[in-house]
């Protein structure tokens, strides 16, 4: 793969635009109570929207990601996150459909968060940003949609964090919600979850450089960012697949050094993963999303089956067999939830040894389901047969 | 469905199964393969049809046909329907492979208002034969496996199911022995049927 415009199967050059909603006095109501605005939702859109705009695909991000999906960033040899499975032709096939991907609110990639300037104040937000949650982050995806004209999506897909967002979407917006495709995903985060999330929490607020977030203009708190990301990179992982990455092979030296110098690949790689993470992701924006994602509960009530009653949505539920951050069970939990509400559900539990991360490396089974799902519903809606 | 897909040959079981459902029924096949048997019945009798499979290639191929399919093996997979929710629940040549036929009929029978299962029958005059004269488990076209191979946990004839299915209440509104020569066989059929297909229901 090049970032060469001639690629057949690459949406080729994409730029990030910018919308900027909720100005004051019209602020978002968020879950919390507080209100939020102007808020700016940084995004991407490949592809072309039809006549009718009955074709729109919304893609959702995870924790970290950002709105550039797919394509290539004029310059960059890397493509966007989900390039795989987005392009001319592809599962997401941008010949036939309109993608608009958007950073979620609270991140630091062009949406406002955190390290956004506080209008009222001039500085950045810091720990006066009000908590977001999932249902704002979607609630400010559905202004950047009445903007773009468009009131019913043909589907909603993401993974993780993204697969969060869809189900929230097709429960709150049920009239706007043709399908959804959920990824390595659940609809509650569980216990070992919100753990595995404060003590990457707890390595950023304890770093004496996090200054309880007040750092903008003076060092990141490089070292806690860092270990919350190893400790992330851990989770998106399997034994399976870390062992056969690494196994125990050495870094630098022939033998063991007996010292704390890092002795293994897997120890460099860690650090390697993590040092170019803090160059990229704002660490307040980090404690806000994953403080998101553990107060996630669509079940909160202890009934997660009366959430889909007015939910018309059609949906594929992916999960892999390695994933233990969400494990396939949760997916089937849902997916019992979905089936008892006698909506049409699809689920696949794809056998894969890449752990959570299966979701963005699995592109070849991925493609098959999300392919043949969309196909289908193409062919019912616009072509009015199976 | 995919204009692509090269016809291939209906199998007699399958059209035996068609004739037995109405037309525009809601319709689960439980095993339901690569989705031969859904995407026939949803051609010619335009079924609303989900199916249930466990193998991962088999899904691949029944959602490329536009099927809804489930990933979950028949002894687990009828939980999640409420009552009802289908005309018919469909096992065909699946209930000998699972683990508690007893409880997968009468949960097909609970979310389905009628069932449909297709039995292998293991009491053919062919296998009858085996059994006496050479002393051995029969080995037939039907049923290939040798004893350490096969999948089939269970080992029954058409008079056995009939006798569980009146042991239990389930009402046997139709029963068709057809042949592996493409015939129904309405003459002594646990002798003379390869397979039984029945029709049944429970109050």
């Given at each position: 793969m090049n970032n060469s415009p001639i690629d057949p199967h690459s949406v080729g050059i994409v730029e990030t635009q910018h919308f900027t909603c909720c100005v004051p006095p019209d602020e978002l109501h968020l879950k919390s109570g507080l209100t939020l605005g102007p808020i700016t939702i940084a995004y991407e859109t490949y592809g072309t929207l039809n006549d009718d705009k009955s074709n729109a695909i919304l893609i959702c991000h995870t924790?970290?990601?950002?709105?550039?999906?797919?394509g290539y960033h004029a310059g960059d040899k890397k493509p966007g996150w989900w390039d795989g499975m987005i392009g001319p032709g592809k599962a997401f096939d941008t010949n036939k459909y309109f993608f608009i991907s958007p950073n979620v609110l609270g991140s630091c990639k062009g949406s406002t968060g955190p390290a956004s300037i506080n209008p009222v104040t001039g500085k950045p937000y810091g720990l006066s940003f009000p908590f977001v949650t999932i249902e704002d982050m979607v609630a400010a995806q559905r202004k950047l949609l009445d903007h773009l004209g468009i009131?019913?999506?043909f589907s909603v897909a993401g993974g993780s964090m993204g697969g969060l967002q869809a189900l929230i979407w097709a429960v709150h917006y049920p009239e706007c919600v043709h399908s959804a495709v959920l990824v390595a995903t659940n609809y509650r985060h569980t216990a070992q979850q919100i753990a595995l999330h404060e003590v990457g929490r707890q390595a950023i607020m304890s770093d004496p450089d996090w200054l309880n977030g007040e750092y903008y203009g003076k060092t990141i708190p490089a070292r806690g960012l860092s270990l919350a990301r190893m400790i992330g990179h851990i989770t998106y992982m399997s034994d399976k697949s870390m062992d056969e990455k690494f196994g125990r092979k050495l870094i630098g030296k022939e033998k063991l050094g007996y010292d704390f110098s890092h002795d293994f690949e897997v120890e460099n790689y860690l650090k390697y993963r993590a040092s170019s993470f803090v160059q990229r992701f704002d660490a307040n924006s980090y404690l806000y999303i994953s403080k998101a994602l553990d107060y996630f509960d669509l079940s909160e009530d202890g009934d997660l089956v009366s959430k889909f009653k007015k939910t018309q949505a059609h949906f594929l539920v992916i999960s892999f067999t390695s994933d233990w951050l969400y494990p396939a069970y949760q997916s089937k939990d849902l997916v019992r939830a979905l089936k008892a509400n006698d909506l049409d559900v699809s689920d696949c539990e794809i056998n894969s040894?890449?752990?959570?991360?299966a979701f963005l490396t699995e592109v070849e089974s991925q493609s098959k389901l999300v392919t043949h799902f969309l196909n289908r519903l193409h062919r019912e809606k616009f072509h009015g047969h199976r | 469905m995919d204009t692509a897909e090269p016809a291939k040959k209906v199998r007699f079981d399958h059209r035996v199964i068609a004739s037995l459902l109405k037309p525009e029924s809601r319709v689960l096949d439980l095993g339901c393969g690569d989705g031969d048997l859904l995407a026939l019945l949803i051609k010619e009798k335009n079924v609303k049809g989900t199916g249930i499979e466990i193998d991962e290639q088999a899904i691949y191929k029944s959602m490329e046909r536009g099927l809804t399919i489930s990933h979950a093996d028949i002894d687990s997979g009828l939980q999640d329907y409420s009552d009802k929710r289908f005309d018919y629940v469909i096992l065909n040549e699946s209930l000998q492979q699972v683990l508690n036929p007893e409880t997968v009929i009468l949960e097909a029978l609970r979310v389905g208002k009628a069932a449909i299962v297709g039995i292998p029958n293991f009491c053919h005059v062919g296998a009858r034969v085996q059994i006496f004269f050479q002393g051995q488990v029969p080995v037939t076209r039907e049923l290939p496996y040798e004893w350490y191979n096969t999948p089939n946990l269970r080992f029954l004839s058409l008079r056995d199911f009939r006798r569980f299915c009146r042991e239990r209440g389930i009402t046997i509104e139709k029963e068709i022995g057809i042949s592996n020569h493409e015939q129904t066989v309405p003459f002594l059929p646990n002798l003379f049927a390869h397979t039984g297909i029945y029709l049944l229901s429970k109050d």
């Open positions: 924790l970290t990601s950002d709105a550039h999906a797919a009131k019913k999506l040894s890449y752990g959570h991360d | -």
